[in-house]
C-alpha cells in the first residue's frame, strides 16, 4: 500500500508542472480564422495577392464600413484576387462564411467566389451574372456548407472575381469590399483552449452592468451593435463572469466608425484572491479601434497572470463625437487558469512520500 502511495506522489511531482489541456465543448461553433497569439500577432499564416491592409477587420467582425477595400481592375477587365489561411495542421472544415460589403446598393460587391482547399478544389462557391443596371453583384453574409460534405485540408482559400464597377447603374467606381472570413470544423474534432481563440466562444453570461448588449459579443458579422448613450455622470460599463479562473491575454473592441469612441475606457479583470478589481488596461481618453493597426490590445503581464474569474469593460460619460457608443463586437482571449504548484510543495510531497515508506 505504502508503494502504491509513494508511486502517486511521485507522479503527482513529476506531472503536475504539466496541465492537462483543456477543449472547447462546441469546437464545431468556432470560427477558426478568428485567433490571435498572446504578442498580438494574427495566429494563423497567410498570403494573399493583394494589399490586404488592415487584415484584422477580416476576423474582428466590423461594420460594413470598416471592409478590407480593394481597387477595382481596370476598365473592360476582370481578375480574380484571392487570401490563404494557412492551419496548424489538417482538421476537417464543414462550413465557411463571408460577408461582402453592402455598402452602395452592391456597388463593392463580387462577381464570383470560390472557396477552395489546400489542392486547388472547390469546396463551396457562388456566381452572379450582372444585368443591365449592373446592380447585380454578391455582398452581405453568405453561409455555404462544403460541398460533398467535410473535406480534410490544412488551408482554406477565398478566392472572387472583381470587374472594373463600371457597370450601368453604378455611380462610381468603388472598391471591392471584404467584411469578414469564417471557417468551422467539422463535429466530432477537438480544438485545445491554448488562448489564442476569443473565450467568449466557450462562456459568454453577462452580469449587472451599467449596459449590456449581447450582440456586443454573438460573433454575428455585419453588425453594428448597441449604442447607449450618456445618460448619466457615473462611469457606464458591461461585465461578465466565468464558471471558472481563465488566464487572459489580450482583447479586441471593433466601432462602427471614428465617430464612436470610448471616452476614458478601462478593462479590468475580477481578482479572486485579492477580492478587488484589477486594470489592465487603460483608462484611454479616446480610444477609438480604427487608431489601433491590428486591433489587437496585448494586456501587459510584467507583473504576473492576468487571472480572474469577471470582466468589466468601461466608459466615461463624455460624450463621443456622435454622442454614443457603438461597439460591433467585443473579443476577449486567454485560457483557463490552474496555478502550478510552487517547487518547494513538491518536493516536500515527494519527501513525505518517501519518509512513509521508511517508516514501514
Known amino acids: 500500500m505504502c508503494r502504491v502511495l509513494l508511486a502517486a506522489c511521485l507522479a503527482v511531482t513529476l506531472t503536475c508542472g504539466a ?79 463571408c460577408a461582402l460589403c453592402t455598402n452602395g446598393g452592391g456597388q463593392f460587391g463580387v462577381l464570383n467566389y470560390q472557396w477552395v482547399d489546400e489542392f486547388g478544389e472547390v469546396m463551396a462557391s457562388k456566381s452572379v451574372d450582372v444585368d443591365a443596371s449592373g446592380a447585380a453583384r454578391i455582398t452581405g453574409i453568405q453561409k455555404d456548407p462544403v460541398l460533398g460534405g467535410p473535406r480534410l485540408t490544412q488551408s482554406v482559400t477565398f478566392r472572387f472575381e472583381a470587374d472594373d464597377g463600371k457597370a450601368p447603374g453604378f455611380i462610381s467606381n468603388e472598391p471591392v469590399g471584404l467584411v469578414a472570413m469564417g471557417a468551422y470544423l467539422a463535429a466530432g474534432q477537438q480544438l485545445k483552449m491554448d488562448g489564442t481563440y476569443n473565450v467568449f466562444w466557450e462562456e459568454n453570461k453577462s452580469i449587472q452592468g451599467s449596459y449590456n448588449d449581447p450582440r456586443w459579443t454573438d460573433h454575428e458579422m455585419l453588425q453594428n451593435g448597441g449604442k447607449p448613450t450618456w445618460s448619466t455622470n457615473d462611469p457606464l460599463y458591461s461585465a461578465w463572469e466565468f464558471s471558472k479562473p481563465y488566464e487572459f491575454y489580450g482583447m479586441t473592441i471593433s466601432h462602427y466608425d471614428t465617430g464612436r469612441f470610448l471616452a476614458d475606457a478601462m478593462l479590468e479583470v475580477w481578482d479572486d484572491d485579492l477580492k478587488d478589481w484589477r486594470r489592465v488596461w487603460g483608462p484611454v481618453a479616446e480610444y477609438r479601434w480604427v487608431d489601433n493597426a491590428l486591433g489587437y490590445i496585448a494586456f501587459d503581464d510584467t507583473d504576473g497572470p492576468i487571472v480572474g ?27 483557463p487558469y490552474e496555478p502550478i504548484p510552487e517547487p518547494s510543495t513538491m518536493t516536500l510531497l515527494a519527501a513525505g512520500g518517501v519518509a512513509l515508506l521508511r517508516r514501514r
Open 309 to 335: 474569474t469577471k470582466v468589466r469593460l468601461s466608459w466615461g460619460s463624455r460624450s463621443s463625437d456622435a454622442g454614443l457608443v457603438e461597439i460591433s463586437e467585443f473579443q476577449l482571449f486567454g485560457k
Open 19 to 97: 496541465l492537462a489541456d483543456v477543449y472547447f465543448s462546441d469546437p464545431s461553433s468556432i470560427n477558426l480564422l478568428e485567433r490571435w497569439n498572446k504578442d498580438g500577432g494574427y495566429g494563423l499564416g497567410f498570403t494573399a495577392n493583394f494589399d490586404t491592409g488592415n487584415l484584422a477587420r477580416l476576423v474582428n467582425y466590423t461594420p460594413s464600413d470598416y471592409a478590407v477595400r480593394i481597387g477595382r481592375p481596370s476598365e473592360g477587365q476582370t481578375v480574380w484576387y484571392e487570401i490563404t489561411y494557412t492551419f496548424d495542421e489538417a482538421v476537417y472544415i464543414d462550413r465557411l462564411a
